[in-house]
């Protein structure tokens, strides 16, 4: 259940003409309920799921979608992990316009997959593919 009291959010006009599928509409809806006025936002995939009643699954790949359509930034994480996590969490910027500068000059922009790609696959560690 969404505890937040805010009564609309703002999304990028220019998503109506890009974003085709009911699920990825929804998950950028709800990523820009978390924005601040310069576009940031850092819910994590399970929040944003529940907000959309969908699985993190599901979120990921509409991330995915909107990143590959110029609507959503990634961003290199801040602060600390929280204790049970893996890692920091993710941070996006929502892109209102095409190209939009970073939020700040202290930010900066991190490749799709840049955070998964940790350890070297099987084959690169001289195994085989079986």
């Known amino acids: 259940m969404n505890n937040d009291r805010r009564r609309y959010s703002v999304i990028p006009i220019r998503a109506v003409g890009l ?3 009911g699920e990825h ?3 950028l809806a709800a990523l820009c309920s ?10 994590n995939q399970t929040t944003l799921g ?13 991330i995915r979608e ?13 602060g ?9 969490g993710n941070r996006y ?3 209102y316009e095409p190209n939009a500068p970073l939020p700040s000059p202290l930010e900066t922009e991190i ?8 350890w070297p696959s099987h084959q690169d560690r001289g195994g085989t593919e079986g």
């Open 19 to 21: 974003v085709k599928r």
């Open 25 to 27: 509409w929804r998950v």
């Open 34 to 43: 978390y924005t601040s006025p310069s576009g940031v936002a850092y819910p």
């Open 50 to 62: 529940e907000m959309c009643q969908m699985g993190q699954p599901h979120v990921s790949r509409a």
């Open 66 to 78: 909107l990143h590959r359509l110029g609507l959503v930034r990634l961003l290199r994480p801040k």
């Open 80 to 88: 600390k992990k929280h204790k049970r996590a893996f890692m920091r």
């Open 93 to 95: 910027q929502v892109l």
């Open 111 to 118: 490749a799709w997959n840049s955070r998964t790609n940790r």
